[in-house]
């Protein structure tokens, strides 16, 4: 993804039907969200508290490091912050 992208957002097309939902991207804040690892706990009770203390092992995290994106949406949206990875590239520049 980079700038001048046309992109649509990845639920529009389960939720409407269409791509009503389409802008341009503006700019691309590289690793803006997320992080790599995280601090995990392997075997947690049901009914007992988690406490900082109680730390196993470091893990990777689900979703990893996302870009944050500005996009000028082609409807009265205006401009908005989105995650890339809520974001589809329908053509690209």
């Known amino acids: 993804m980079k700038v001048g992208d046309l992109v ?8 409407f039907g269409d791509d009503n939902r389409m802008g341009f991207v503006m700019r691309v804040d590289a690793q803006h969200y997320g992080s790599n690892t995280a601090y995990k706990i392997s075997h947690v009770e049901r009914g007992h508290c988690i406490r900082s203390n109680m730390v ?4 990777e995290t689900a979703d990893g490091i996302r870009d944050r994106v500005l996009v000028l949406w ?8 989105c995650e890339s990875t809520d974001l589809e590239v329908v053509s690209e520049s």
Request: charged share 35%; hydrophobic share 35%.
């Open 74 to 81: 082609n409807d009265e949206g205006g401009w908005e912050y």
């Open 8 to 15: 649509m957002v990845r639920c529009a097309r389960k939720m």
């Open 56 to 59: 196993d092992f470091i893990g």
